[in-house]
């Protein structure tokens, strides 16, 4: 089945430092969305991404839908404590009325104060 | 507060047994997906409903089972329950399953088999 490759897996970092992370798939999607999930919780929609070559912002957060349409990436800037968790990239992909939504394996993002 | 519901929140029952996992939509949402989560795991998906019909399918095992009721709300059904099936299982919903479409997640049921 269709996968979408995120990394990396996991991230060790200072408070205030600036976090990368990215997908890529070997398909076409047409819709990126990333998530954080807290531990127990469900997932939490952080950016949605329609365009090819889409930059957005929420906060000190900033993603890009890559122009090949197969990779994004999500930005955090200034890292604080309760950016902790783990991200997950999404890719919407399929014909019309069939999609699916599909996860990457998720970035788990470790903050040392 | 995503406006997705999932109930129970948690679940514990014995191997061989059948449960039903429960998810309410948002309000206005047509289209629902169920999703797998073992320990420290991704999330894996398992089945689609669009306004009661099932649109897409993942890697859901044969015991299980799912569907969307008239008032849009779904049920996942997993029977014959192993030790492995312990995970967390979350509904998410969208409005449809058009492109650019977001999909909001409930909070989740863990589902512990002993």
């Known amino acids: 089945g269709q996968q979408l490759n995120q990394s990396p897996q996991s991230m060790f970092i200072q408070e205030g430092e600036d976090v990368s992370m990215n997908c890529t798939s070997s398909?076409?999607?047409?819709?990126w969305l990333w998530y954080k999930q807290d531990p127990g919780e469900g997932p939490v929609l952080l950016i949605a991404l329609y365009k090819a070559g889409e930059l957005t912002s929420n906060g000190r957060l900033t993603a890009q839908f890559g122009i090949t349409r197969k990779d994004s990436f999500l930005n955090i800037s200034a890292s604080i404590p309760s950016d902790v968790g783990i991200y997950f990239c999404?890719?919407?992909?399929?014909?019309?009325?069939?999609?699916?939504?599909?996860f990457g394996q998720g970035t788990r993002l470790t903050i040392n104060p | 507060d995503s406006g997705v519901t999932q109930t129970p929140k948690h679940l514990i029952t014995a191997t061989g047994q059948r449960v039903t996992l429960r998810c309410s939509p948002r309000?206005?949402?047509?289209?629902v997906y169920w999703y797998q989560q073992s320990l420290d795991q991704g999330l894996q998906f398992l089945i689609q409903y669009y306004n009661g019909e099932e649109r897409a399918k993942g890697n859901i095992l044969e015991r299980f089972s799912a569907q969307q009721f008239p008032d849009l709300h779904s049920e996942l059904n997993l029977s014959s329950l192993e030790l492995g099936d312990s995970a967390l299982y979350f509904c998410a919903s969208s409005q449809s399953t058009g492109f650019g479409t977001e999909a909001f997640f409930g909070q989740g049921t863990r589902l512990t088999v002993v």
């Open positions: 999404a890719g919407h992909s399929g014909l019309q009325g069939a999609q699916k939504l599909v």
């Open positions: 309000s206005g949402d047509l289209s």
């Open positions: 398909s076409i999607f047409n819709t």
